[in-house]
């Protein structure tokens, strides 16, 4: 199997231009507000929007990574945003918050085919109806993405990994795997840092079969420039200690890869059970 596929939010069309040539297949924008601030307002994720002129930017200077937009949930102007992102450069689009087969289809409708579009599972409906839904994308062009901190939060959770902990998401994983849909969960920090260090992390997207995640805000550490970014990490340092964690895994037995499971399971019921009252 190929390597892990990283992607990264940034505005700045100085850190796109700098992390592409390291290391970074997609470069992620966001334009999603509606609701997040309530779901999200405690936790450090990204809230800001990025608007269509600093999506252009970007765009403009990209010589071969992805640019994917993340649009609000279905709403009365989705069309209108649609529309909006991919004349300014989108070549991807990204659907959050959705729940049903219904929502899937006439976000596809809106987008008919001018560009592929990753759904964003990260409610507990969405991943019950996954079979349902599955059959609407196409496999090679479209993806999915499992979002981890509204998933946790919606289950009442204290920590985000903890639905990854209880193998919640081996049938998705499976699912997935053999409709031949590529699909990518959560983000990761730099190695060697984080509650939950990276390469356990790691060890769980080899063995589920994940093909994409996000370097996190812990990774980048919210750099805003490429000398920001070189002054906060060495940055083709630390992607070369994930490319060696991830080697690691590959090379690892599935006891092993089972062994690590475990390990991160003990960890995350741990650091989730610290907010339980």
């Given amino acids: 199997m190929s390597q892990l596929n990283f992607m990264m939010i940034t505005a700045s069309p100085d850190v796109a231009s700098f992390i592409e040539q390291h290391g ?39 010589e071969h990574a992805e640019l994917m937009v993340r ?51 990260e409610t507990a409906a969405s991943l019950v109806r996954l079979p349902d839904w599955l059959g609407l994308l196409t496999p090679g062009v479209d993806e999915v993405h499992i979002g981890l901190n509204d998933l946790s939060l919606g289950m009442g959770l204290g920590f985000l990994f903890e639905p990854m902990a209880a193998r919640l998401l081996d049938p998705a994983a499976a699912q997935l795997n053999q409709a031949g849909v590529a699909w990518g969960v959560g983000g990761v920090a730099r190695v060697g840092q984080g ?35 070189l002054e906060a990490l060495d940055f083709p340092a630390e992607i070369a200690k994930l490319r060696q964690a991830e080697a690691h895994w590959r090379s690892a037995d599935e006891s092993s890869l089972l062994e690590n499971q475990r390990q991160l399971a003990e960890c995350a019921y741990r650091l989730g059970s610290r907010g339980a009252t």
Wanted: charged share 20%; hydrophobic share 50%.
């Fill in 24 to 62: 970074v297949a997609r470069i992620f924008m966001d334009q999603e507000v509606l609701g997040k601030a309530e779901r999200q307002g405690h936790l450090d994720t990204h809230k800001a929007a990025h608007s269509l002129g600093e999506i252009a930017a970007v765009a403009a200077v990209l």
């Fill in 71 to 121: 649009l609000n949930p279905l709403h009365a102007s989705t069309r209108r945003e649609v529309d909006a992102a991919i004349e300014h450069g989108a070549q991807r689009l990204m659907l959050p918050m959705f729940s049903s087969r219904v929502e899937v289809g006439q976000f596809l409708d809106m987008v008919n085919g001018r560009v592929p579009v990753t759904f964003l599972a």
């Fill in 195 to 229: 509650e939950l260090p990276a390469e356990t992390v790691l060890g769980e997207h080899v063995r589920l079969g994940s093909q994409w995640i996000i370097l996190s805000r812990a990774f980048h550490a919210g750099a805003a420039t490429s000398a920001g970014l």
